[in-house]
Structures are given as C-alpha cells and as structure tokens.
C-alpha cells in the first residue's frame, strides 16, 4: 500500500492527493493550523492545489485556542 | 419596591473617608482593607518588595491571604478572606483583554487556595478608585452591601435587608442605587459583585462581576466561577461590592510610556479584523467556536467524559450557537477589547423556575458551560443549555463543576448505586432535561437531592458511600475530580501531558494553567517524557502571568498573527508574547524580557504550591487523577473505542489483545496508563525544580529569588 505520514500516523496516499484531502481524511477541522510538507510550510492559499508526494512526511500543527 | 424604596431600607454601618491617589504607571500601591467582625475599614501600604516579587493579581492575593490566615483555617471561618486584585496592566484600554481581575481565598471544594479571573468592569474601577486590591475578612450578622465610591472617595458598609439575591436583579437594582444618573453613560461607571441563592446552599458558589451595557441598556455579568468563593461571600453575608467612578479616562494608570501600547493595540485590532473570521470567529461566537472541533477531535466530554463525541452533537454546533447569539454588539467585557468575544443570548424567554415566563439577556454559553451544562450530561438541546447557564449565573454556581457533578451523579444512577428512593423520585438519567432544572432549582432553594449533588463530586462520594453504601472504588474512578474540585470539559484519556496539565495544577483540574491536547495528542509534537515536562513548565508558568497582571488569556491565542506559522516556536505566538513584554515595560517602566517573564510567573506559582503544602497538601499524592481523566474505566468505555484500544495495546504497550477477555485489556490498559502518568510526574517535577514528592527545592527557591523566610521555613520539613 501507498503510504504517507501525517503527525506520526501512518495514511494511506492516493494519486494526486491534495493538501486539503490530507484534512478531509484526518477529520482535521480546527482552523488554526500550520502545516509542513517534508518540512516545508504549504501556504493555507495552497492547500486545495497542492499535491503531497507519496511516502511524504506531513504535520499538521494545531495551534492552541480556547481555554 | 421601587430602588429608592430599597435604598430607604440601608442602614450605615460605617462610613470612612480616604484620600484619593492617582495610579502611578499601574500601581496605587494601596490595599483596602474591610473586616466585617467589627466593621473595620482601613488602608494598607505595599511595599516594594511585595511588588517586585508578587506583581499584581494572583500574586498580591496569594501574599494577603498567606499573612491573614494559618494553616489550618478553614473556608468558613471569619479569617478566611476574598481577595480581589486586578493587576498593573489592569485598565488599560489600548490593548484587548485588560480588564482581568483575580479573585482569591480559601475554597469550600478543596481546602487549599483557590485563584479564579473574571471579566467585568469591577477591578478596574477598584484600581481607578485608588486601589491595587480589595482584601475583606470578617462576617457580617446581617447581609451587608459594600460599597467603594471612588468619585466621593468613601468606603461605606450598608445593611441591605431588601434587594434580591440572584444576580440578574441585583446587579440591576445596585447599578441603578449608586449611579449618578439614569444615563446609560452614568450606569456604565458602576460595577457589582455577587452571588446568588444556590451560593448560599451549595459548596460551588460562584462571582458574577457586572458591566453595564450601554447598547442593551443592561448589566451584564461575567463570572469568577471555580473554587465555591459565591459560597464564602454568602457566608460573609455579604449580598454585593460596588464600585462606582467618575468615568474613565484615556491613561488612568499613568502608563511609563502610552505610545507603544496604543501601537501594539492597533496591530492586535488589525489583526482582528482581517484574521478573526478565518480562523476563531471569537467576534461571532466566543469560545463555543470550539464545540463541533472539541467533537470532532474525539474531546468533547459526553455522559461524564466516557465518551469524546456524540452523534447529537451537531444540534450544539457552532453554527447554532451563531444563530442564537446577537451580533454585531459590543461584546467586550472591558473597555477596548476588540475581541468581543462574551456573547449574549437576548430577549430569551424562560420555560422553568421563579423567572418563568420572563424575557431576560444570556451570557454565553461559552465552550465550557454548553460542554458542562450540555454534551457532558448528555443534553444536546441549546435552549436547555441557554436556560441552564441562565440559572447556574443569577444562582450564583459555577457551570464547570455544576456540569460535572451532575454528570457524576447521572452515571451513579444509571448504575444503580443510587436510585429514585434516593433522588426523592428523580429518573436521574443522562439527557433528563427536567431533572437538571429540578436539581439546579433545589439547589437554590437548598432542599432535597440537589442539596446532597450541591456538595461537589468529592462530597458526593463520600456521601454516597456513607448514606448508600455505593461502592467507593468504583466512583473514584469515575468522580471527576482533583483536589476536591471538579475537571473542566475537555477528555484527556488520549493525552498523558494534559493529564498532567489538570490534576499538577495547584489549585485543581482547571485548563487555565495548560492546554496541551493538540501539542501532544494530535500534533505529536512532545512524544517524550522530557518534552512533555518542557511544555508542562512553559505554559503554566506562561498563562500565570496573565493572572499576575489583570490580562484575558484569550487574546493570547485565539487569532493569530499571519506570519505566525513561520515562527519557531507558532505555539507560543512569539509575536503576542513579544505584545506582553512591549506593554508590561510600557506600563510598569520595567525593562524586563521573555525570560523574567516566567521568571514572574514561577516566583508566584512556587509561592502557591508551598501554601498548599503549608496547608498539608500540594504533595505529590494530591496529584493523583481520576482514572476516567486516563483511560477507560468501564466495559462500555473500552467497546466503544475497542479496535483503537486493542491497535494501542500492541503497538504501545507490546501486548497482544487476541484472546483476551475485555475485562483483561482493561486491566493491562489500565497499568500501562498508570505507571506512565507516575513517570511523568517524576519528570516534570524534576523539570520545575522539585523533589519527587513534588516539593520546590530550596535550592531552586533561592535561584527565581523567592527564597523568603516563611517560604523556605515550610519547604524545609519536605525536603
């Protein structure tokens, strides 16, 4: 299987696998994130475009909020 | 009866004359001090050293109540004290979240310090009246109404036998009573404190600290909600503090130099503007942006934290909560805030108790109260929530522990360690809207099975057990609470720092000393021990400072710069924190940096854990968690979530699930959790300088410079 790593967890990757459809898999909706491609930032204007590369490590920052 | 009527009805028990004092760069350097034993009213000068080593807020209300009480004092007796103190940064109106004030004493709930901050008008106009901090001791014999006019510059103590008691009136009928005029723009110059009638009956009484709104024409009131000090301030009979000014000016602190806070206040608004409605929304629905997140995330407490999501949820989304909030209102608890994020429910109509039928305006719910009040105990309807928050703030009791008690006491009934014959016939079920107002209203009136709810979970245990016979071990496991006090509403099973982050804290399971769920258990950032230690020092150490200095955390990090991402360090927003430094040296004309910044914070933070050791607690063994806080205590939990637990188990723990039983894996999950907590404790008490039964070393105390005589006199048997 095709994989990448998103956070540590392993995920499983398709063709043309976007940013965004990283989020979608992840049920990540919390809005205030950072997120690093093989350890370059992906700007939130590019996230819908955006492919991430097979076997790519992904993180996906969470910034804190609330409380 | 009209307010002059009521008015009429006040006899003077004393009235003393002081001289006013402008503020000087934050400070008046003066406390007022009442005892209600003998009606004593004077003044007390701070010094410098108090100053330099405490700052402001928590910190001056920790050293008051240190020399006013023993060790042994009790919540109840006529030395314990209610301290509010606001802090130097505290009125200013050029920056958001500057209208903070803490609130301190010795709590019903756990015996040790409590610090609760709350927004409202009241600390700021307590500083412009010409003081750091208001420190009242004693007991009234009859309910007494304090008031500090700071444009007479009088302190005056009235028997006040007529006014009501809940808060939604009183603070109505007081602002009316003092202001110089019925102009809104007079009414706006008046704040009030209060409780409320399930303060006088129960051990989680809260403070509601008004503002008066000028577009709604209304007081507002905002809450100082954990620790059961709304109890303390009944049992002082005391109905209400009111402070009135003049009105309030551009620079009423004398600020060393104005000009970079009103910069770093243009570029926050800014922020504000272009940022907010991408990434929080705090304008347009507070902190119940978070409900549909925390749900998504697995984290929203439902049926007493067994469970992180419910497929109800959608009904308290945050949509909704959009819908049901007035927008486009001032919504700023304090002069100046452009985050204006306490939002309001307005001309709601009530369906139970004595204000049935009426038309009144809501705070919140904010994301604790429609958790609390709401998921946790398995009630998704928002209106019931609204009515509920409604209650818990004009009966003067905390939403966070309101929730979580009842939420205890649903499960107890659900397995039968109580029943009906005990609930005086209530079906006290997760989701029984009726039963939740029929106990939040015996609460108030203090009678039947809500008197027994209103005693805390731990008092309910121990009640339960005593009364009942229900089985002790099981609801340790299942009580959610720490030191006596109850959690707060986020699930912490999947991530060992923010179990941390509640049960270390000094004065109970409150996420207002670190919120690290997302650093940890999503972002995977602080995967070692020592990570985890790092953070469980920064934060707390970090978000005490806001509580030293009269600050709202939430501007801190509920919207963010735009560059913020390519940052080193985006969770400490370097640029916010660097709006901190900038404002404090501009205010207080210090010129300190990042690092005296915690350093402040440790100082007061190692000054509280040494109070509560002085107390004969702060120990190591009173920061042992709930295991619900955890793991999974009951057959239902593991099912639920089984395929994830089991994936856990091998991968994690190197146990293999096939074949055993769910009760096994429970146990196996169960020893793994705890014995990694006990290696976190170790680790982060080594990181914060402690000994490993989690006492400061003096060494250590010597290092941050709080190696004072008393301190170091009750550190010395622990070492």
């Known amino acids: 299987m095709n994989t990448i790593t998103v956070n540590g967890n392993t995920v499983e990757w398709n063709e043309g696998m976007t940013v965004r459809d990283v989020l979608t898999v992840m049920n990540y909706t919390f809005r205030m994130l950072v997120i690093k ?21 992904v993180s996906v920052i969470h910034l804190m909020s609330g409380g | 009866m009209s ?42 000068t701070v010094s410098e050293e108090v100053k330099k080593k405490f700052i402001g807020g928590k910190g001056y209300g920790l050293k008051l109540l240190w020399d006013a009480t023993k060790p042994e004092t009790k919540w109840n007796d006529n030395e314990n004290e209610i301290i509010i103190c606001p802090g130097p940064i505290a009125g200013i109106t050029q920056y958001a979240g500057a209208g903070k004030s803490l609130v301190v004493s010795i709590s019903p709930m756990t015996d040790i310090v409590i610090d609760s901050n709350v927004g409202g008008y009241f600390g700021p106009f307590l500083k412009f009246s010409g003081f750091d901090a208001l420190e009242i001791q004693g007991k009234a014999k009859n309910d007494v109404v304090i008031v500090i006019d700071g444009i007479n510059n009088k302190i005056s103590i009235e028997e006040a036998p007529a006014e009501a008691i809940d808060s939604h009136i009183l603070a109505e009928q007081l602002t009316e009573m003092y202001a110089e005029s019925s102009d809104p723009r007079d009414m706006k110059n008046v704040s009030v404190v209060s409780a409320g009638h399930a303060a006088e009956n129960t051990m989680i009484g809260m403070l509601n600290f008004s503002w008066y709104d000028i577009k709604r024409k209304l007081c507002r009131l905002k809450q100082a909600g954990r620790g059961g000090i709304g109890t303390i301030l009944r049992d002082k009979k005391i109905k209400a503090i009111v402070a009135k000014v003049a009105g309030i000016t551009q620079d009423p602190n004398h600020v060393a130099d104005m000009e970079p806070i009103r910069e770093r206040g243009a570029r926050f608004a800014k922020e504000m503007k272009e940022l907010d409605a991408s990434q929080c929304r705090m304008k347009q629905e507070g902190t119940a942006h978070l409900v549909d997140i925390m749900n998504d995330y697995n984290l929203l407490p439902t049926h007493n934290f067994k469970y992180g999501s419910h497929k109800d949820a959608d009904n308290i989304h945050s949509r909704v909560w959009n819908s049901k909030f007035t927008q486009g209102m001032n919504d700023g608890c304090w002069i100046g805030c452009t985050m204006n994020c306490c939002k309001g429910v307005d001309n709601f109509e009530l369906k139970t108790g004595p204000y049935k039928g009426q038309k009144v305006t809501v705070d919140g719910p904010e994301y604790e109260t429609a958790a609390g009040v709401g998921s946790n105990m398995g009630i998704f309807d928002p209106d ?22 009842m939420a205890f006491a649903m499960e107890c009934y659900e397995n039968g360690l109580i029943t009906k014959e005990h609930t005086g016939g209530i079906d006290l079920k997760f989701g029984n809207i009726d039963a939740a107002f029929e106990l939040i209203h015996q609460m108030a009136r203090g009678e039947g099975f809500g008197k027994i709810v209103g005693l805390g979970v731990r008092g309910m245990k121990k009640y339960f057990a005593e009364n009942y016979g229900a089985d002790m071990n099981f609801m340790n496991d299942i009580g959610m609470e720490n030191k006596g006090l109850e959690y707060s509403q986020y699930v912490s099973k999947e991530s060992l720092a923010q179990q941390g982050g509640y049960a270390m804290t000094n004065k109970g399971p409150q996420h207002d000393e670190a919120w690290l769920i997302f650093m940890d258990m999503v972002n995977n950032q602080i995967p070692s021990f020592e990570d985890k230690a790092e953070a469980l020092h920064y934060f707390p150490m970090f978000r005490t400072w806001f509580g030293l200095n009269g600050l709202c955390k939430l501007p801190w990090n509920d919207v963010e710069p735009e560059g913020n991402a390519e940052t080193d360090e985006p969770a400490k927003v370097p640029e916010h924190l660097d709006n901190y430094v900038t404002i404090f040296n501009a205010v207080t004309g210090s010129n300190i940096d990042k690092h005296e910044l ?119 048997k622990h070492q």
């Open chain 2, 3 to 44: 307010v002059k009527e009521l008015k009429e009805k006040h006899k003077l028990l004393k009235e003393m004359s002081y001289e006013p004092k402008e503020l000087y760069r934050g400070y008046s350097d003066r406390v007022l001090y009442i005892n209600l034993d003998d009606n004593t009213v004077k003044e007390k």
């Open chain 1, 37 to 57: 491609v093989n350890g370059s930032i992906v700007k939130k204007e590019n996230w819908e475009t955006f492919n991430v590369p097979e076997g790519a490590d």
């Open chain 2, 598 to 716: 915690i350093r402040q914070s440790e100082r007061v933070y190692n000054f509280q854990k040494t109070f509560n050791i002085r107390r004969g607690y702060g120990l190591r063994e009173h920061d042992a968690q709930p295991y619900r806080a955890a793991g999974p205590v009951t057959a239902e939990e593991y099912k639920s979530m089984e395929d994830f637990y089991d994936k856990k188990m091998k991968e994690d723990i190197g146990v293999d699930p096939a074949g055993k039983s769910v009760e096994e894996k429970i146990a196996i999950t169960r020893k793994y959790r705890e014995d990694r907590y006990e290696q976190l404790l170790d680790t982060v008490y080594h990181r914060r300088g402690w000994t490993k039964n989690g006492v400061p070393k003096i060494e250590y105390m010597k290092e941050i410079g709080m190696d004072l005589p008393e301190v170091i006199e009750v550190l010395s």
């Open chain 2, 384 to 405: 019931a929530i609204i009515e509920l928050n409604f209650y818990c703030d004009t009966y003067g009791i905390d939403t966070i522990s309101y929730g979580t008690m």
